[in-house]
């Protein structure tokens, strides 16, 4: 498993742990709002695991893409899935793949 794999899909089990904790602690938000930060971490959480299980470049997009999510719906707490995710989306859009790697001579 690559860096940029175990990157995305811890990134994304912390997406889901702040879902749940938004549902835990949720004080003086409406139900609209609290329920469509949770639904946008859900979604993050599920980009980022994705992507990491996917890996590559295709990948690496659903993770730089769960990682805004899980910014715009946690906000404060979203920065560590953020980060995480961020960094795993931008290395596995930069790794060549196997093909690239190795040229025939």
């Not at 992507?51 to 769960?66: D, I, N, P």
């Amino acid at each position: 498993m690559k860096n940029s794999s175990q990157f995305g899909i811890v990134g994304g089990i912390i997406a889901f742990l702040v879902a749940v904790l938004s549902l835990t602690t949720s004080t003086g938000l409406t139900t609209s709002v609290l329920e469509a930060s949770v639904i946008l971490c859900i979604f993050a959480g599920i980009l980022g695991i994705g992507g990491g299980a996917v890996g590559g470049k295709g990948g690496g997009v659903l993770m730089v893409l769960g990682a805004i999510f899980a910014l715009i719906g946690a906000s404060l707490f979203g920065l560590i899935p953020f980060a995480l995710m961020l960094v795993g989306g931008i290395l596995a859009l930069r790794e060549k793949s196997q093909t690239e790697a190795v040229k025939p001579p």
